[in-house]
C-alpha cells in the first residue's frame, strides 16, 4: 500500500503543505458493487459519516458490508491541500487522512452502530499509523456532521477508552472534528478490495469491544 518508505509521523503546516490544485482528481462514475452513482447527494431520511481508520481499502471494505449502509466511498479529508492526489497524500505533505465516506439508513443502523464497528476493527491508541503502516494518512479520526454526531463520537471515545484501559491498552488518540471537505481518491482505490479480493487489507482491532450500538 505504501508508496514512500519514509513518511513524516508529526502534521505539516498549512504553509508547508503541497499546493495542490483547483479541480477534483478524476474518480469513478459507480460504485463498483452496486453500480450507484458514486456521486449521489444523501438521499432525504438517509445520513453521512466519515471515518479514518487506517488503510481505506479495507475501511471501505467493512463498512460495504454493515446492513443499512447505503454506499461507500473512498477519499481524503481533514489536510491541507486541494484537491490531493494519492501520491500526495502518500508523501505526508498535505495533512490528508485517508478516510471512507458513508451513507447509511439510521432506520437500520444507528451512527452508534457505525461508531462500535469504528472502534472494534482498528486500534485508536497508535497515533500516526496502523500496524506497519506509518504515516499521518493513517490516523485515526471521527468527521462529524452535526452537533449530534459530534457528541455521540466524543462519548464513544471516552466510553472505549475506559474499556481500552481496563484491558491495559493505551491512550486514544482518534481525533474528532467537524466534517471537511471530502476529496475523492482515484478510479481504482474506489472499491478496491472488491476488484482485487486477494489486496492489501491492514486493518486489525484490538480484541476490545466497545458496548456502544447493540440496538438501531
Not at 83 to 90: A, H, I, S
Amino acid at each position: 500500500m505504501s508508496l514512500f518508505t519514509r513518511k513524516p509521523v508529526t502534521m505539516i503546516s498549512a504553509a508547508d503543505a503541497l499546493p495542490g490544485r483547483t479541480q477534483p482528481i478524476p474518480t469513478a462514475e459507480r460504485h463498483f458493487l452496486s453500480g450507484i452513482p458514486l456521486k449521489s447527494p444523501v438521499p432525504e431520511g438517509m445520513a453521512e459519516a466519515v471515518f479514518g481508520m487506517g488503510c481505506f481499502w479495507g475501511v471501505e471494505r467493512l463498512f460495504w458490508q454493515v446492513p443499512g449502509v447505503w454506499l461507500t466511498m473512498a477519499g481524503y479529508a481533514a489536510g491541507h491541500t486541494p484537491n490531493p492526489t494519492y501520491q500526495e497524500v502518500c508523501s505526508g505533505q498535505t495533512g490528508h487522512n485517508e478516510v471512507v465516506r458513508v451513507i447509511y439508513d439510521p432506520k437500520v443502523i444507528a451512527y452508534e452502530g457505525l461508531l462500535r464497528t469504528f472502534w472494534e476493527n482498528h486500534d485508536p491508541t497508535q497515533g500516526m499509523r496502523q500496524g506497519n503502516d506509518i504515516g499521518t494518512q493513517y490516523r485515526s479520526g471521527i468527521y462529524t456532521f452535526g452537533a449530534a454526531q459530534q457528541d455521540v463520537a466524543e462519548a464513544s471515545r471516552a466510553l472505549f477508552q475506559h474499556r481500552l484501559m481496563r484491558a491495559g491498552r493505551g491512550i486514544v488518540t482518534t481525533e474528532i472534528m467537524p466534517a471537511p471537505p471530502f476529496h475523492y481518491a482515484e478510479d481504482y482505490h474506489q472499491q478496491y478490495l472488491a476488484k482485487n479480493p486477494g489486496g492489501y487489507c491492514g486493518l486489525a482491532g484490538t480484541g476490545v469491544s466497545c458496548p456502544i450500538g447493540l440496538g438501531v
